[in-house]
């Protein structure tokens, strides 16, 4: 089509190594899940009442899917499962609407996500907060992995990503705790960033 050929064409000469298919908008974030989880299925959380931690990483529901009733990202369905006792945390650079409402606002800054998503892996596993039957079970590799996010402490990430370390190892603790969890990443992420690619393939593994 000709999304695919001029959108590629673009991309290649652009400089940008987010053209896996389009990359216009949402391969990339699709490409990402094939990497990691092995399918293409939307990881949203579907129902947002039975969820008590939702990360928000980038959606900008307040703007984007206010039409669409039937949307996970839609800030009705949001605040009816905050009457249910959800609590969310939101990432990204903008107090907007729906980030005011937030246990925890992250104010990223633009373009450092990924320093934030390896912090947030570090903790994890170096506090030992993720699920080790299922690592086992079903992750390939996750020894190396798990070597390989060590060098990613937030000390490292807070002068990057202008959060401070107390900030990230607080809402990274929350990740690791709170059950059931669940995270919704936006095109912001992986379709708008240099390294959009290894972002959402860590945003994945969180």
Not at 24 to 42: D, F, K, M, P, V
Not at 110 to 139: K, S
Request: with cysteine.
């Amino acid at each position: 089509s000709t999304v695919n050929s001029v959108g590629r064409r673009f991309l290649n000469v652009y400089g940008s190594p987010n053209y896996l298919h389009s990359a216009i908008c949402q391969e990339q974030i699709t490409s990402s899940r094939y990497i990691t989880l092995g399918t293409s299925a939307n990881p949203y959380p579907v129902q947002l009442t039975k969820t008590k931690l939702l990360v928000n990483w980038g959606v900008n529901g307040e703007n984007a899917d206010v039409n669409n009733t039937n949307d996970r990202a839609n800030p009705v369905r949001r605040f009816d499962a905050m009457e249910e006792g959800l609590e969310f945390i939101d990432i990204r650079p903008m107090l907007d609407p729906l980030a005011a409402h937030a246990a925890e606002w992250v104010p990223v800054r633009p373009g450092t996500d990924l320093a934030l998503a390896l912090a947030i892996l570090n903790v994890l596993v170096e506090e030992d907060l993720y699920d080790h039957e299922f690592c086992e079970t079903w992750c390939n590799g996750f020894d190396k992995f798990a070597d390989h996010v060590k060098q990613f402490p937030p000390s490292w990430a807070a002068p990057i990503t202008g959060i401070s370390e107390e900030q990230i190892t607080r809402i990274s603790q929350k990740i690791g705790t709170v059950k059931p969890m669940g995270l919704m990443y936006g095109n912001s992420a992986g379709d708008q960033s240099n390294d959009g690619n290894w972002l959402c393939c860590c945003i994945n593994m969180i």
